[in-house]
């Protein structure tokens, strides 16, 4: 086993100790505090074909949901999906069909077969994922370039989930970049903002 240089252990230990901080301005939560979906598998995002919002898919072993990613609004469900189609390993792309306003369409999903959701946003935030306590994961929240760590906790990075009885599914921000996505096998919770912010 290789042992971890001394910058490696301050690091591990400083991203061991933050505390979970609120998404800054100009992020909002889209729930109260989660939405439970339990046997959770994966997600994916979408675009409203209406009104133009980010929708959030959801792949569980209940089946599919969709949900707006600026209400909250739970916006189709499908409790019985095709088993041929109905997990995203079922396709060589990692992707299931879309349903309620984005029937007809494929939706690719991130989470426990594989696949990735953005980890930036055009205009300079970062989500990354770190496991300095194995196997308990968090998803730490970055504005502007270079090694945002080095700046104290709530400057630059904000540790803003942890997950601690859930295994993670995936964290990522919509194509958008107006929703940040964190999914865990029985959760997802999203925080949004508004175009152009």
Same mark, same amino acid.
């Given at each position: 086993?290789?042992?971890?240089?001394?910058?490696?252990?301050?690091?591990? !230990?400083?991203?061991?100790?933050?505390?979970?901080?609120?998404?800054?301005?100009? @992020?909002?939560?889209?729930?109260?505090?989660?939405?439970?979906?339990?046997?959770?598998?994966?997600?994916?995002?979408?675009?409203?074909?209406?009104?133009?919002?980010?929708?959030?898919?959801?792949?569980?072993?209940?089946?599919?949901?969709?949900?707006?990613? =600026?209400?909250?609004?739970?916006?189709?469900?499908?409790?019985?999906?095709?088993?041929?189609?109905?997990?995203?390993?079922?396709?060589? !792309?990692?992707?299931?069909?879309?349903?309620?306003?984005?029937?007809?369409?494929? =939706?690719?999903?991130?989470?426990?077969?594989?696949?990735?959701?953005?980890?930036?946003?055009?205009?300079?935030?970062?989500?990354?994922?770190?496991?300095?306590? @194995?196997?308990?994961?968090?998803?730490?929240?970055?504005?502007?370039?270079?090694?945002?760590?080095?700046?104290?906790?709530?400057?630059? @990075? @904000?540790?803003?989930?942890?997950?601690?009885?859930?295994?993670?599914?995936?964290?990522?921000?919509?194509?958008?970049?107006?929703?940040?996505?964190?999914?865990?096998?029985? !959760?997802?919770?999203?925080?949004?903002?508004?175009?152009?912010?």
């Amino acid at each position: 086993m290789t042992e971890l240089s001394p910058y490696q252990r301050d690091l591990r !230990d400083c991203l061991a100790s933050v505390p979970v901080l609120p998404a800054p301005a100009p @992020w909002q939560p889209v729930f109260d505090s989660c939405a439970a979906v339990g046997g959770l598998l994966g997600i994916g995002f979408a675009t409203h074909p209406d009104s133009g919002h980010d929708l959030v898919m959801v792949v569980s072993t209940d089946g599919h949901g969709l949900f707006d990613a =600026v209400t909250g609004e739970k916006v189709a469900r499908d409790r019985d999906p095709d088993p041929e189609s109905g997990t995203p390993d079922a396709a060589p !792309d990692l992707t299931c069909p879309g349903l309620g306003p984005i029937a007809g369409r494929r =939706v690719h999903i991130a989470g426990l077969f594989g696949g990735g959701l953005h980890a930036t946003t055009a205009d300079g935030w970062h989500v990354e994922v770190v496991s300095p306590a @194995w196997p308990h994961h968090r998803v730490l929240l970055s504005r502007g370039s270079g090694m945002p760590h080095r700046d104290p906790h709530g400057e630059r @990075w @904000w540790h803003v989930f942890h997950s601690h009885g859930s295994e993670h599914r995936a964290a990522g921000f919509s194509p958008s970049g107006r929703t940040l996505a964190v999914a865990t096998s029985s !959760d997802v919770t999203l925080w949004t903002r508004a175009p152009g912010i």
